[in-house]
C-alpha cells in the first residue's frame, strides 16, 4: 500500500480540533475536589463527582480528549486483553477479576453514551479476537478455554461463522461491546461536561503536586489551585511528577493508520460481513476495523517506548507506518493499491500484568494509572468507581480488585520494557507470521473464491 502522501497528525484522524476550547486558569483557586487530566478517565471521574453532589475542578493540559481518548481504535473491548495464558499463570487469583472488569466496563461505556445522547457510530457487534493462521487459532482456542473458566464468555467460530474477512482463519467474537468513533465519543463526553456543573480549564498543565498540612497544591502555570483532594488522571502522562508511585505503569507509543476510502463493491469482496472490529493473536496485537466512512484502520503492532518525562508531541514514524501499510496489504491482499491517507499515535499506560491500576497516596491523592490497550472503556469506569469511592468511602468491588498503593512493575520491568526488547517481540511475531504460512493463506483464499466464482 502506499504511503507518500500520508498525513501526519499529532492529534487524530477521528476527529478536528475543538473550536471552543475553554480559558486557561488565571490566578489562585480553592476547591474542594480537583480531577487532573481530561481524557476519557479524568471527564467520566469528574462527572461522575458533579453527579454525587460534589464541588469539582477538572484541569487539562490541552483540551479534553486531547490524549489517547481521542485517537485509540475506537473498540470497546468486553474482556480482558493481554495474554491470558501467561497471566494465568502468574497472576491467576486476578483472571476473574479482569473478566468481571472488562464485562461491567464495556456496559459502563454504553450507558455514558445513552446518558448523555452521545452520537458516535457506535455498533455493538463484539471485538473478535483474531487467528491469521490454523497455528494461531489454536491460541485463540486455548485463551477463549482460560476466559470461559474465569467466567468470561466468548463464541469460537470459524471465517465463515465469524463474518471475518478473508485472510483469516476463524476467532473467537467477544459477547460484548464492539466499534465506535473514539473521537465523537471523547467530543460528547466533552460537551457532557461542559453542560455539568463541573468547573472545567482547558490549556492548563500542572506542572507540580504536593501534599501540604492536609491539602493539595497542584501548580500551573498562572495559578495555584488547593484542593481538599485530588484525583491524577493523566495515564501515560503521570509519571511526570515526584509524587507519582514508580514502578506502576511505563508510557508505550502507540500508532494507527487508516486507508484512504474504498469502494464499497470492493469493500464487500473481503466478505467482512460481520464488520467486527479484529485484534489478532500475536504477542503484540495488530488491530483491524472498518469505519463509518468506508476505510480500513490498523494499529498497534510495534509499540515503541517512551524516552522518559515530559512525554513528546509526535507524530508517527514513517517506518512503522510502511511497516503497517505492509502488514495490510499482506492480509488483504485486494487492497495492495489503496494509499493509506493517514496516520497518528498516542501514549498509553501499560501495566506488567495487563491489568487497570488505580490507587492512593496518603489519603487525598488518587491516581488511575493504566488502563493499557483495552482503556477506552476501562479508564472510564475505573473513574466512575474512583469517584464513588471518594464520596462514599466504600470500595467498590471492582475497584479493589485493581487497586496498588505499592508498586507492582519490579523496577526490572522497565529495563525489559526498553525498545531492544519491544524490536525482539516484533521479530518474534513476524517471523511467527512467516512460518505460519498466514500471508500465503490470505493468497490461498482469494484464488479458491475466485474459482468457485468461475
Ligand atoms: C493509538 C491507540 C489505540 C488504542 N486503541 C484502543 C482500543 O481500540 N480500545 C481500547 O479499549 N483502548 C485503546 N487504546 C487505549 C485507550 O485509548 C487508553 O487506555 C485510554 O484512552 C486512556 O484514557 P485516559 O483518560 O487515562 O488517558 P488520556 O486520554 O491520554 O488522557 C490524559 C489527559 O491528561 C492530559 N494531561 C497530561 N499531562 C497533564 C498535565 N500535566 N496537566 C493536566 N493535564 C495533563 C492530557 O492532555 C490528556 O488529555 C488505544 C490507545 C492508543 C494511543
Not at 480559558?23 to 476547591?31: H, K, R, S, V, Y
Not at 473514539?182 to 468547573?199: Q, W
Not at 488518587?366 to 466512575?384: D, E, R, T
Request: one cysteine or more; glycine letters at 12%; proline letters at 6%.
Amino acid at each position: 500500500m502506499r504511503t507518500d502522501a500520508t498525513r501526519y497528525s499529532n492529534f487524530t484522524g477521528w476527529i478536528d480540533r475543538p473550536d471552543d476550547v475553554r480559558p486557561a486558569l488565571d490566578g489562585d483557586l480553592t476547591c474542594d475536589i480537583a480531577v487532573v487530566g481530561g481524557g476519557m478517565g479524568g471527564m467520566a471521574t469528574a462527572l461522575r463527582l458533579a453527579e454525587r453532589g460534589q464541588e469539582v475542578v477538572l484541569l487539562e493540559a490541552e483540551f479534553c480528549g486531547y490524549g489517547s481518548a481521542s485517537r485509540n481504535g475506537g473498540q470497546i473491548a468486553g474482556a480482558p486483553g493481554g495474554d491470558l495464558r501467561m497471566l494465568g499463570l502468574f497472576s491467576g487469583s486476578k483472571l476473574s477479576v479482569m473478566a468481571k472488569l472488562a464485562e461491567h466496563a464495556g456496559h459502563y461505556v454504553e450507558d455514558l453514551m445513552k446518558t448523555h445522547d452521545i452520537d458516535c457510530d457506535y455498533v455493538a457487534n463484539g471485538l473478535v479476537w483474531g487467528a491469521i493462521s490454523p497455528l494461531m487459532m489454536l491460541r485463540v482456542r486455548t485463551q477463549a478455554a482460560i476466559l470461559r473458566s474465569v467466567g468470561g464468555q466468548g463464541t469460537v467460530g470459524n471465517r465463515e461463522q465469524l463474518g471475518l474477512p478473508t485472510g483469516f482463519v476463524g476467532g473467537m467474537r467477544e459477547t460484548i461491546g464492539g466499534m465506535l468513533n473514539p473521537g465523537k465519543l471523547a467530543r460528547g463526553v466533552r460537551r457532557a461536561v461542559l453542560d455539568s456543573p463541573v468547573e472545567l480549564y482547558e490549556r492548563t498543565p500542572v506542572s507540580d503536586v504536593r501534599r501540604t498540612g492536609g491539602i493539595v497544591e497542584l501548580t500551573t502555570p498562572n495559578g495555584t489551585v488547593r484542593a481538599n483532594k485530588v484525583v491524577l488522571a493523566t495515564s501515560a502522562y503521570g509519571g511526570e511528577w515526584d509524587i507519582t508511585p514508580k514502578n506502576l505503569s511505563v508510557p508505550l507509543y502507540v500508532i494507527e493508520i487508516e486507508t484512504e476510502p474504498i469502494a464499497p463493491e470492493r469493500l464487500a469482496e473481503l466478505e467482512w460481513t460481520s464488520r467486527s472490529g479484529i485484534i489478532t493473536q500475536h504477542q503484540v496485537m495488530t488491530h483491524y476495523r472498518l469505519t463509518e466512512r468506508n476505510t480500513i484502520v490498523c494499529g498497534v503492532r510495534r509499540p515503541e517506548r517512551g524516552p522518559g518525562y515530559p512525554l513528546p508531541d509526535r507524530v508517527p514514524s514513517p517506518s512503522l507506518v510502511k511497516d503497517m501499510a505492509a502488514d495490510l496489504a499482506d492480509r488483504f491482499p485486494t487492497l495492495a493499491d489503496v494509499s493509506i491517507a493517514q496516520a497518528w499515535g498516542g501514549w498509553i499506560g501499560i501495566s506488567a500484568d495487563w491489568l487497570s491500576v488505580a490507587g492512593q497516596v496518603g489519603n487525598n491523592v488518587y491516581y488511575s494509572m493504566a488502563c493499557n490497550g483495552h482503556g477506552l472503556c476501562q479508564v472510564p469506569y475505573v473513574g466512575k468507581m474512583l469517584a464513588d469511592y471518594i464520596v462514599d468511602d466504600e470500595m467498590p468491588e471492582d475497584l479493589a480488585g485493581i487497586w496498588s498503593d505499592a508498586p507492582k512493575y519490579p523496577a526490572s520491568m522497565d529495563l525489559v520494557m526498553n525498545p531492544f526488547v519491544l524490536r525482539l517481540v516484533w521479530s518474534l511475531d513476524r517471523m511467527n507470521d512467516f512460518f505460519s504460512g498466514s500471508k500465503a493463506l490470505a493468497r490461498r483464499q482469494l484464488r479458491r473464491r475466485g474459482r468457485a466464482k468461475r
